[in-house]
């Protein structure tokens, strides 16, 4: 059985190459990149042969971890469906424990894992020129392969046993997005390190907890030997563990494939929903999907979202025009963006028009309402914010103010958010109609739209004032005031977002006729 497994691995990877032209063209033109990218990096492992042995150690620790994560992420994000999938091989009634054992075996043989080998006999001979014995290199290879590979399999059942009927560009486009808020940031971080020829002190202690968890373990192990018996050890068996626990868990996962039935049905049915295939099926799960589908193809919210980082962006040209030093004027458009997203959803209710009677008659709850409404919101603001957030601080060059920027954004966007869920629910005005210009007056006007938006705004300013005096004390006196200022305004920030939506969740729920005859008068 191995050997036919094995070689109908063999066949499939050379199956690729058939196919229509653009087909092979595509593959074509990403292993030719693969091999140039797996060829740079081996050129850049090799020079750490004359490096010393912290900073081959750093490099090795921080890249393999972000390789192990890759294989893990990567078929949870692509959704591409597994070639050895386990349950292909149900009809032969094979035990899953022998099958699970050939299919691992199986998954070594592919181009990812060949490159992953490239770069490991680059990392021996580098080790081996440090004075690590090869021996203890090859094993340190050979455990971050298996690691990488099981993790791929792992990855891919679990995308086919738990998300196989949710698979869809949305689901992908969250995945991404989530990893873009932590990659970003932390890349800039990186990037912002002075290491002049030695590890900075942040970084080493970054690679020091990631030798000790399952992504850097293995690729710590040969590094370690030279710093003492005992942390060696301590990668060695973490390693080990994460094999064995990885090989037990794609045993279960490849039993249990074997053992469930699939519900086809259940996959068409939810084929081609989009945003409602993502949400939970809930009446909040509705009002999200409903809502960011919204926010995606109308005009009017587009234009919003879009205006919203431009003009928190144009802001630094004022201020360094008048004579505000650079160092103080970049840090401005950050929390000027963060008050006017969460001030965005203020008039949500608005631009529904007539729409809204479905969220009425229905009997939809205010929370679920008034939270649903929120997550376009939550899904555009938070990614911007996490990656704008440390390029300004990098930018600025004083790394301590990251906590009181985080807590200055946190304050003002969810004390807006709050203050918006009141202000749509409470004191909606007209807004242009669906199909209309974004730019276009509505025929109903009044002094209501304005006093709504200055509410909201002004209101989340002055809420998040706190966090703004401790944000400022701490970047021209002391830098303790950070931490007070991060706790603080995550603390307003909350307590405001709750309140808010509580008070707005009433509000909905008690004024829904009005709420009807405003959508049918404007």
């Known amino acids: 059985m191995a050997a036919h497994v094995l070689r109908l691995r063999a066949a499939?990877?050379?199956?690729?190459?058939?196919?229509?032209?653009?087909?092979?063209?595509?593959?074509?033109?990403?292993?030719?990149?693969?091999?140039?990218?797996?060829?740079?990096?081996?050129?850049?492992?090799?020079?750490?042969?004359?490096?010393?042995?912290?900073?081959?150690?750093?490099?090795?620790v921080l890249g393999g971890s972000a390789v192990t994560l890759g294989f893990a992420l990567a078929p949870l994000m692509a959704g591409t469906s597994d070639p050895l999938d386990p349950r292909r091989f149900a009809v032969f009634g094979l035990a899953p424990r022998p099958l699970a054992g050939v299919l691992a075996l199986a998954g070594l043989i592919s181009v990812p894992i060949f490159a992953l080998i490239a770069l490991g006999v680059c990392l021996v001979i580098v080790w081996a020129a440090h004075g690590v014995p090869w021996v203890i290199g090859a094993c340190s290879v050979l455990l971050a392969v298996f690691t990488c590979a099981l993790f791929a399999r792992v990855g891919m059942a679990v995308t086919a046993s738990f998300l196989s009927e949710r698979r869809s560009r949305e689901l992908t486009g969250v995945f991404a997005l989530a990893v873009l808020v932590v990659v970003v940031p932390v890349g800039v971080f990186l990037a912002s390190l002075e290491w002049r020829g030695s590890v900075p002190t942040q970084l080493g202690e970054a690679v020091t907890a990631l030798a000790l968890t399952p992504f850097g373990a293995a690729w710590a192990f040969p590094a370690r030997v030279d710093q003492g018996a005992g942390s060696a050890w301590t990668s060695l068996l973490i390693a080990v563990a994460t094999v064995v626990l990885l090989g037990l868990l794609w045993t279960w996962l490849v039993?249990?494939?074997?053992?469930?039935?699939?519900?086809?049905?259940?996959?068409?049915?939810?084929?081609?929903?989009?945003?409602?295939?993502?949400?939970?099926?809930?009446?909040?799960?509705?009002?999200?999907?409903?809502?960011?589908?919204?926010?995606?193809?109308?005009?009017?919210?587009?234009?919003?979202?879009?205006?919203?980082?431009?003009?928190?962006?144009?802001?630094?040209?004022?201020?360094?025009?008048?004579?505000?030093?650079?160092?103080?004027?970049?840090?401005?458009?950050?929390?000027?963006?963060?008050?006017?997203?969460?001030?965005?959803p203020h008039n949500d209710l608005a631009f529904d028009s007539t729409a809204v009677w479905m969220h009425i008659a229905s009997g939809v709850r205010g929370v679920s309402d008034r939270v649903g409404r929120?997550?376009?919101?939550?899904?555009?603001?938070?990614?911007?914010?996490?990656?704008?957030?440390p390029v300004v601080i990098a930018i600025q060059g004083r790394w301590a103010l990251l906590p009181a920027m985080v807590g200055v954004c946190a304050a003002l966007f969810l004390s807006g958010l709050g203050l918006s869920s009141i202000s749509s629910a409470v004191a909606p005005y007209a807004v242009a109609r669906p199909g209309d210009s974004p730019f276009q007056q509505p025929q109903r006007t009044g002094s209501a739209g304005a006093i709504a938006q200055g509410v909201v705004l002004l209101g989340a300013i002055a809420?998040?004032?706190?966090?703004?005096?401790?944000?400022?004390?701490?970047?021209?006196?002391?830098?303790?005031?950070?931490?007070?200022?991060?706790?603080?305004?995550?603390?307003?920030?909350?307590?405001?977002?709750?309140?808010?939506?509580?008070?707005?969740?009433?509000?909905?729920?008690?004024?829904?006729?009005?709420?009807?005859?405003?959508?049918?008068?404007?």
């Open 12 to 60: 499939l990877l050379i199956g690729t190459f058939r196919g229509d032209p653009s087909h092979v063209t595509r593959v074509v033109v990403g292993l030719v990149l693969l091999a140039a990218a797996t060829a740079a990096a081996c050129w850049g492992l090799l020079t750490l042969r004359d490096a010393d042995s912290d900073v081959a150690l750093a490099v090795t």
């Open 255 to 344: 039993h249990r494939l074997l053992t469930t039935t699939e519900r086809p049905a259940s996959v068409r049915e939810r084929g081609g929903l989009g945003w409602f295939a993502v949400a939970p099926g809930t009446p909040g799960g509705g009002v999200a999907a409903r809502s960011l589908v919204y926010w995606m193809r109308d005009r009017r919210y587009v234009v919003n979202s879009v205006v919203v980082p431009i003009a928190a962006l144009i802001t630094i040209v004022p201020l360094v025009v008048a004579g505000v030093p650079i160092e103080y004027a970049v840090l401005v458009p950050v929390p000027i963006a963060a008050v006017f997203f969460g001030w965005l």
């Open 374 to 389: 929120l997550i376009p919101v939550l899904l555009m603001a938070v990614p911007v914010l996490a990656i704008a957030i």
């Open 463 to 522: 809420l998040s004032t706190p966090a703004l005096w401790w944000g400022w004390l701490a970047l021209t006196s002391d830098v303790q005031y950070a931490t007070a200022a991060l706790w603080g305004g995550i603390a307003i920030g909350v307590t405001v977002l709750v309140v808010g939506v509580a008070i707005g969740s009433l509000a909905f729920e008690r004024r829904g006729g009005r709420l009807m005859e405003f959508a049918e008068s404007t």
